[in-house]
């Protein structure tokens, strides 16, 4: 059975960090390119990073997505967190950065920034 679990998330102050795990079963991970998107209440889906299947890390602005493919994992690392990352985080398999359509989609994960 293929699946994306996220996990990670939770309640951080403003200024904190978070890392979010992205494990995949079901499918070889380091075949794919992995997306972290995220929806704000109210708002549409947005992705955050991608990274594709020969980069072990990338980093965008406050969030480094790496992955780990021995444990067939994809991490993103938050960090200075700001009540505007109030979100659920979910993590998308593709065949490429560009893609459109995803291959497979986690459930998600919520990550809160609050005082």
């Known amino acids: 059975q293929v699946q994306l679990v996220e996990s990670g998330g939770g309640l951080v102050q403003p200024g904190g960090s978070l890392r979010l795990s992205c494990a995949a079963s079901?499918?070889?991970?380091?075949?794919?390119?992995i997306h972290w998107f995220r929806q704000a209440p109210g708002k549409e889906r947005e992705e955050v990073s991608c990274?594709?299947?020969n980069f072990a890390e990338a980093v965008k602005g406050r969030f480094t997505i790496s992955r780990d493919n021995a444990k067939n994992t994809v991490y993103l690392q938050m960090n200075s967190l700001k009540p505007e990352d109030t979100a659920v985080y979910y993590c998308?398999?593709?065949?490429?950065?560009?893609?459109?359509?995803?291959?497979?989609w986690g459930k998600g994960t919520l990550v809160t920034v609050s005082s």
């Open positions: 079901g499918f070889t991970l380091p075949y794919y390119s």
């Open positions: 990274i594709t299947s």
């Open positions: 998308a398999a593709s065949q490429g950065c560009g893609d459109y359509v995803m291959d497979y």
